[in-house]
């Protein structure tokens, strides 16, 4: 790893815009490391070198010219491939989309270009974003930079992989049911799901739209803030986003890197803990809680008795939501088309080209979905679920009385060897066991780093109230600024050299 | 809850438009009724007077001001489609032959 490609995004950002290192050599600098590492790796679907080299003259030149520059401008970026990217192949992890070049860009898209950070390239994912391995993508799963046996998560397993080797110092996610916070926590990242409407989903290749949230993944917590507030904030063109300031999540970073929790109120949420977790998470986590209240923190209990439905209620309103958005793949109007011999009719194309161009977990979940949105059992699943999900945010609502944040782990166990659940689905799903409710609550929750068991990072999983994303922050910045104190040294730099 | 056989599968794929094999109906009909059997306890938990949650954050009736703004460019669009023809998508025969 030369130099430029182990320094955090902010550290890039200033060096740039002092005049030490151009954006040109930055990303350069990164280009080469996926030169070398990806093919190990396989974070990438596609690297668009010369269109990256291109943004990096435009900044270095607006820089030359004596104009001001954004927060991130000249760092590189790592764009997870749901992403719609103009004039950049985007396929969603699937096959129906292969060859597909968007003619529009999303809106985290064009906030990106307008911050100046340049676009290395578009990163793997499991297909359409249903999974927790990146296994379900139909180009090969990506493999974990600490350990090439192991799965980097999922679903945004190439962003994460691709920050956690060194190939992009910032990386955009999607979250449906975990798909930030959970590859973070394997990966030893610091990963942000936004509330709700807080990042425009315009653009977002649609899974499970009440769910779908982009955000950041990044080697530091003020990374995370920095993009978070880069890509952030109203968009007329999603009727989802909230119009409201973006949370001062940066201001929130800096000030928790003083280490200070006096007065915060934390609570650990009973009910994600105990059965299949792996005593060397309880244990880092159970050392995390000692911390917080060495920090000034004051931990309580919480009881949140219907985050044990969380998983049930997900995995029926996700399926529902998908088997509609996915009705678009209708072999028209672009990706693949099957079987158009001049004698099929319409159905049997769409339906030829559906069974080529879907992978078995989108079929699965399309098919779970049309059932359980069918006549005679839409009450019993989809109904019974949508009621749920008010439990959850009331469990949500009365924990937020007294405690100003709630923590768990951020996922049940470290990061599985790659082929250890791809034929077990339940198992796959358990996966997202810690990141569901704040899923379906549509409340922010960040992972970061907290330690290592039998080597490998585990996440603490910081959940606050809807649009206080700013709290996740500070709680996160504290813990990694308190462990980097501790160790001497931040937990990723413990992951295996490529 | 009641479980799902193979020919329930085979008539939602059908309703879903996929032509599934006959391999992977017996594979996800055993593995959607390992899925339903799981998720069916949301029956057990949610009182009839608990109002359903479709969306997260609450908000309705939003507008956006009734302005002309340009739309995609056609023949990007169409160049990204599997098929074209006379500036429109060409879709493959929606009505049966005459017998």
Redesign the interface.
């Known amino acids: 790893m030369t130099d430029l490609t182990g320094m955090t995004a902010a550290v890039l950002a200033g060096e740039i815009a002092a005049g030490h290192a151009s954006s040109v050599e930055v990303t350069q600098a990164h280009l080469d490391r996926i030169t070398a590492v990806d093919d190990k790796i396989h974070a990438f679907l596609y690297v668009d070198a010369d269109g990256a080299l291109a943004a990096a003259r435009a900044v270095d030149e607006r820089r030359a010219a004596g104009e001001a520059l954004g927060p991130l401008a000249g760092v590189p970026l790592a764009m997870k491939d749901v992403v719609v990217t103009r004039g950049l192949p985007t396929t969603s992890g699937s096959k129906i989309l292969e060859g597909w070049i968007p003619p529009y860009d999303a809106t985290v898209t064009t906030r990106v270009r307008q911050a100046g950070i340049v676009m290395l390239g578009k990163t793997n994912m499991d297909e359409f974003a249903m999974g927790s391995s990146t296994e379900n993508s139909a180009y090969g799963p990506t493999r974990n930079p600490w350990d090439l046996a192991r799965v980097p998560g999922g679903s945004s397993g190439g962003s994460s992989a691709a920050v956690s080797a060194y190939e992009a110092p910032l990386g955009i996610g999607t979250d449906t049911g975990g798909s930030i916070r959970q590859p973070a926590a394997v990966t030893g990242l610091v990963g942000h799901k936004p509330t709700y409407g807080g990042v425009s989903r315009y653009g977002l290749i649609a899974f499970s739209s009440s769910l779908d949230q982009a955000g950041p993944l990044t080697r530091t917590v003020l990374d995370a803030a920095l993009l978070h507030e880069a890509i952030g904030g109203h968009d007329p063109a999603d009727s989802t986003s909230i119009d409201a300031p973006v949370p001062a999540v940066v201001a929130a970073a800096r000030d928790g890197a003083h280490a200070d929790l006096s007065g915060l109120k934390v609570g650990v949420v009973r009910e994600l803990s105990g059965d299949g977790y792996e005593p060397g998470v309880l244990d880092v986590f159970a050392a995390t809680v000692r911390l917080l209240t060495d920090l000034g923190a004051t931990i309580t209990e919480v009881s949140c008795p219907h985050f044990g439905y969380a998983l049930p209620a997900y995995y029926l309103i996700a399926p529902s939501e998908c088997s509609s958005n996915l009705a678009r793949f209708d072999a028209v109007r672009y990706g693949l088309r099957v079987g158009d011999d001049g004698v099929r009719g319409l159905e049997e194309v769409m339906s030829l080209t559906r069974e080529a161009g879907f992978g078995a977990e989108v079929k699965r979940r399309v098919i779970l979905g049309t059932y359980a949105l069918s006549s005679g059992y839409y009450d019993a699943y989809y109904g019974q679920a949508q009621k749920v999900r008010t439990l959850i945010s009331r469990d949500f609502a009365a924990a937020f009385e007294t405690c100003d944040v709630l923590i768990s782990p951020t996922t049940p166990t470290v990061a599985f060897p790659l082929g250890a659940r791809i034929d077990d689905p339940m198992a796959m799903y358990a996966a997202d066991l810690c990141t569901l409710p704040a899923s379906l609550a549509g409340t922010p929750a960040i992972s970061v780093p907290c330690g290592l068991s039998e080597g490998l990072p585990v996440g603490l999983q910081v959940m606050a109230s809807a649009l206080a994303d700013d709290r996740c922050y500070r709680v996160a910045a504290a813990v990694e600024a308190a462990l980097a104190d501790r160790d001497g040294r931040p937990i990723l730099a413990a992951a295996a050299s490529l | 809850?009641p479980s799902?056989s193979r020919a329930?599968?085979a008539h939602?794929?059908?309703?879903?438009?996929?032509?599934?094999?006959d391999q992977?109906l017996d594979?996800?009909a055993g593995?959607?009724d390992?899925?339903?059997g799981?998720?069916?306890?949301?029956?057990a938990?949610?009182?009839d007077d608990?109002?359903?949650?479709?969306?997260?954050?609450p908000?309705t009736n939003?507008l956006?001001p009734d302005e002309l703004r340009p739309s995609?460019?056609r023949d990007?669009?169409l160049?990204?489609?599997?098929?074209a023809q006379g500036g429109r998508?060409r879709?493959?025969?929606?009505?049966?032959d005459p017998e």
């Open positions: 809850m799902i329930e599968v939602l794929a059908r309703l879903a438009r996929l032509a599934v094999t992977e594979v996800f593995q959607l390992v899925i339903l799981s998720v069916a306890r949301v029956g938990v949610a009182a608990i109002p359903p949650t479709t969306h997260a954050v908000v939003v956006r995609l460019a990007e669009v160049a990204a489609a599997p098929a998508f879709v493959p025969r929606i009505l049966d």
